[in-house]
């Protein structure tokens, strides 16, 4: 039987599956091809220099056990890296680079095709057809540390995105995780840290995007077959801040490239900072391998803020307005809205608008009918999360029995109403609320929300469960 690159290096890739995680081989062997085998020299294809690097500083040994298996003691092994001229000049060249452990393979060179003239990287901001290499930060200037005013709740997140914003990509807080409820200023406080640096340091590209936006480019890459693009244009960020990380839940492809792009960036000193509605560890539907990046750096938590802090924040939104208020009014909206900064600077403004057009004094009784009109129209706004502890403190179980397998009828008829209510007071597609209630799929939702509508109708004492849950949630 003939020998040849692709017979050796699958013998190569059984010994190395047999012996390394599955999803390790998976992402780092799968989209390896083999090209060339000349003597005892096999020329494998890796996708790019990062995978090539990646490869030299974890699986080398492994590499070199296997080859040498199949082609002795004097095997070679030379990686081509892979890079799809999509742009620029039609006519690479290669350039001969040294091995990254010459001592592990002998005569190990590394093949790369390089354009050459720099390339002109797509950028998904630019419209199509008009030439601009700047790259536009997409930060709002407003949203400064100078109006994020400190208090006990955010204090850690604050003076920790200060330190990044000094030193971006130099301190332990890489990744930056800013996460906490809705409202209470991560992305105020993301953008702060951007517009900061940007301050500090001009010559530096710093993007912000929401992590929903950052889906839609991703497929539109795919769609246009220019993947490679929008993968290089994020790997020349030097601060990539991604609102709502958790967008990402169960987009396994925009999870891959987004991995990619983060390992890149960590590698060489670029800072990241990612906001989400929720810690690490209660992420849905995120990988591991993701998740764990997560964790190298910092997760800091931004807290609902305290009564002095919801009075600073209030006060020092009026006097960027230019509007005096009487302190009363400033205490009565800060002691009637507590969950949410910005509902307390939207009641405010609402406050000086009504007083404005419709010539109004400002007076308690003003202030309580704007406060209860607009607590009313923000009630609806409660997580999964909070439904399910809702739901499990009503029945007297934990959160964990809600969501485990069990078929105890009490359990799954408590499992059913907190599906019930996150169709009813969330905005989250049944697939998602299935994930995050137990790890069901879309079907069992629809069908626990169908079992509550029939029970409602015809047994008395269930009909009285979802009264007092509905009061418990309606606040």
């Not at 400190?150 to 030193?167: F, P």
């Not at 802090?309 to 020092?316: G, K, Y």
């Not at 499990?392 to 408590?414: C, E, G, P, W």
């Not at 939702?445 to 015809?458: P, R």
Request: charged share 25%.
């Amino acid at each position: 039987m003939e020998i040849t690159a692709q017979s050796v290096w699958s013998n190569c890739l059984a010994f190395i599956k047999d012996n390394i995680q599955p999803q390790a081989y998976k992402t780092w062997f799968e989209p390896i091809d083999a090209v060339k085998l000349s003597g005892n020299a096999l020329s494998i294809q890796v996708p790019s220099k990062f995978f090539y690097e990646w490869l030299e500083e974890h699986y080398v040994k492994i590499l070199k056990v296997s080859l040498t298996k199949e082609l002795g003691a004097d095997a070679k092994l030379v990686y081509v890296i892979k890079m799809e001229n999509t742009y620029g000049n039609k006519q690479p060249f290669t350039e001969k680079i040294p091995s990254a452990n010459r001592s592990a393979l002998k005569s190990q060179d590394v093949d790369v095709p390089f354009n050459n003239k720099s390339p002109e990287l797509r950028n998904p901001f630019i419209i199509p057809g008009i030439r601009n290499v700047k790259i536009e930060s997409q930060l709002n200037p407003s949203y400064s540390f100078e109006n994020f005013l400190e208090g006990d709740s955010n204090r850690l997140a604050r003076n920790a995105g200060i330190a990044v914003a000094n030193k971006p990509g130099g301190t332990s807080f890489n990744p930056l995780l800013i996460f906490g409820g809705v409202g209470l200023g991560k992305t105020h406080l993301a953008h702060a840290i951007g517009v900061d640096v940007k301050d500090k340091y001009p010559e530096k590209t710093v993007l912000y995007i929401s992590a929903e936006k950052f889906t839609q480019q991703y497929i539109d890459s795919v769609k246009k077959n220019n993947r490679n693009d929008f993968i290089h244009f994020y790997q020349i960020i030097d601060v990539l801040i991604i609102d709502d990380v958790q967008f990402l839940s169960g987009k396994t492809g925009t999870q891959d490239v987004f991995f990619h792009i983060f390992n890149h960036l960590h590698q060489n000193g670029k800072q990241v900072i990612l906001t989400s509605d929720k810690a690490p560890v209660d992420m849905q539907d995120i990988e591991q391998r993701l998740l764990s990046r997560f964790k190298w750096g910092l997760s800091a938590e931004l807290q609902t803020p305290d009564f002095e802090t919801r009075v600073s924040i209030l006060r020092n939104k009026l006097y960027r307005d230019g509007v005096e208020m009487p302190e009363d009014i400033i205490e009565y909206v800060a002691k009637h809205i507590k969950t949410n900064v910005r509902e307390l600077e939207g009641a405010i403004i609402s406050l000086i608008a009504q007083s404005s057009f419709n010539k109004k004094e400002i007076t308690i009784n003003l202030a309580k009918d704007i406060v209860e009109k607009f607590v009313k129209n923000t009630k609806r706004e409660v997580s999964i999360d909070y439904i399910q502890k809702v739901v499990s403190d009503y029945f007297q179980m934990d959160v964990n029995t809600l969501q485990s397998k069990t078929r105890k009828r009490h359990i799954v008829q408590a499992r059913q109403l907190a599906m019930f209510f996150a169709k009813k007071y969330t905005k989250a597609s049944l697939a998602s609320i299935g994930s995050q209630i137990g790890q069901r799929d879309h079907a069992t939702v629809l069908h626990a929300c169908k079992t509550v509508d029939n029970l409602s109708s015809t047994d008395k004492q269930f009909r009285k469960y979802v009264e007092d849950l509905s009061k418990k949630l309606a606040l």
